[in-house]
Structures are given as C-alpha cells and as structure tokens.
C-alpha cells in the first residue's frame, strides 16, 4: 500500500509503499525525545514530494544516519541511511502518516541507547 504522510505544517511531505503493521520504539538518547515510531523501508519505496530545499538535517554519533526535518514546524517525519550490506534505506516516522492507525500497530522496543 502507498501512504502519503508529511510533517505538521506539510512543508516536507513524502509518499512510501509498505505494509506497517509492526514499528519500532527505540530508546536512543535522540529517538526517547522525539518520540517517534519507526517502520523502515528499501529507499526505493520512499518518495520526497516536496522539493529538498525544505530538509533541514541532523546527524549524531557514527553519522551514519540522515535524521531529515522540518526546518518550520521541527516535526522529523524519516531519516535515511545505508544497511551494512550497502542497501539505502529509508526510517519512517510512521506518527507523521494520517492514515495509519497507531492503535492496531504492534510496537516493538528497541534498546539503542545500548548500542
């Protein structure tokens, strides 16, 4: 299925294909404070439909991940990255898609703080 989601002011706006039925709670030091709930995707499923220019980007520790934003409203709607085998991926912040329902997904925590 494709979802079209965006962050609050919808400056930043993307469509993904997926099946989000499980997301992940990770318990790193950025993802405890914005509260987000992940799903991850090939980056090939995961389409910007707003220009680029409205990204803003943080990265932290081993700066392996794109944390993306909105330089407007603050809302982190995905990030982007490369698995160890090289595959770009896409982590969406499955919050910033209306459609889905949060209750009926399955959360499954994640000990980054750890790693």
Do not use: W
């Amino acid at each position: 299925m494709i979802y079209e989601g965006s962050c609050h002011c919808g400056n930043v706006a993307f469509e993904v294909e997926g099946d989000f039925k499980q997301v992940i709670d990770c318990n790193c030091s950025l993802c405890r404070r914005r509260g987000g709930l992940l799903a991850f995707v090939a980056r090939d499923k995961f389409k910007l439909t707003t220009p680029e220019e409205n990204l803003s980007t943080y990265t932290f520790n081993s700066h392996v991940i794109k944390h993306r934003f909105c330089g407007n409203c603050g809302i982190a709607p995905f990030g982007e990255g490369v698995l160890p085998n090289g595959d770009a991926m896409a982590s969406i912040n499955v919050r910033c898609i209306p459609a889905i329902d949060l209750g009926t997904l399955e959360i499954a925590p994640y000990d980054g703080q750890s790693r």
